[in-house]
T-cell receptor
Framework: EPEVTQTPSHQVTQMGQEVILRCVPI?????FYWYRQILGQKVEFLVS????????KSEIFDDQFSVERPDGSNFTLKIRSTKLEDSAMYFC????????????FGPGTRLLVL | AQTVTQSQPEMSVQEAETVTLSCTYD???????LFWYKQPPSRQMILVIR??????QNATENRFSVNFQKAAKSFSLKISDSQLGDTAMYFC???????????FGTGTSLTVIP
């Protein structure tokens, strides 16, 4: 069964450094998402992406964040200058359609900012 | 604002017994979709069950069923004949028909005891 994959599984970085989190969505899906979960807190929506542009973003998704689909298979989340509070699990998801359609999640990338 | 509350951070159940995980949510919208996701240890979230808010009939999926009370904004998950493989974090979530993002609760960690 097709799955969303994410790399790396863990990333440790210094505050102020740039990180890129990578995701390979399910191949026939057209809608892509990033969520994050700070330890002990809720899974929070960051951004949705369709047709090479952001379709929706949350207040969390400020100018420090950007997303890109650099090729036909990858979907990336870049954090330009990481802060301590960016430490979280980041989940990528994809779906065939927006709204009520089931989103399929990757295993997550654990980001630790020191 | 859209919110999801899972009031049971941890639960346990004996193998073969039945357990119910609670979830309440809040939205002023009338058209939305509800989900339960399961996240086994070190694995990705997978869909357990989905419910359309406009349907009065409760969704069932093998040993998993929901008790959807729209007026009370309650969406509990019942797991019958619990198996060791049901040990996981369970997340309740919903999405609006008009939106892209999923709104998640903080999760309930379920342990099935042999």
């Amino acid at each position: 069964e097709p799955e969303v994959t994410q790399t790396p599984s863990h990333q440790v970085t210094q505050m102020g450094q740039e990180v890129i989190l990578r995701c390979v969505p399910i191949s026939n899906h057209l809608y892509f998402y990033w969520y994050r979960q700070i330890l002990g807190q809720k899974v929070e929506f960051l951004v949705s992406f369709y047709n090479n542009e952001i379709s929706e973003k949350s207040e969390i998704f400020d100018d420090q964040f950007s997303v890109e689909r650099p090729d036909g298979s990858n979907f990336t989340l870049k954090i330009r200058s990481t802060k301590l509070e960016d430490s979280a699990m980041y989940f990528c998801a994809s779906s065939e359609a927006p709204g009520q359609e089931t989103q399929y999640f990757g295993p997550g990338t654990r980001l630790l900012v020191l | 604002a859209q919110t999801v509350t899972q009031s049971q951070p941890e639960m346990s159940v004996q193998e073969a017994e039945t357990v119910t995980l609670s979830c309440t949510y809040d939205t002023s919208e009338s058209n939305y979709y509800l989900f339960w996701y399961k996240q086994p240890p070190s694995r990705q979230m997978i869909l357990v069950i989905r419910q359309e808010a406009y349907k009065q009939q409760n969704a069932t999926e093998n040993r998993f069923s929901v008790n959807f009370q729209k007026a009370a904004k309650s969406f509990s998950l019942k797991i019958s004949d619990s198996q060791l493989g049901d040990t996981a974090m369970y997340f309740c979530a919903f999405t609006l028909q008009t939106g892209n993002q999923f709104y998640f609760g903080t999760g309930t960690s379920l342990t099935v005891i042999p």
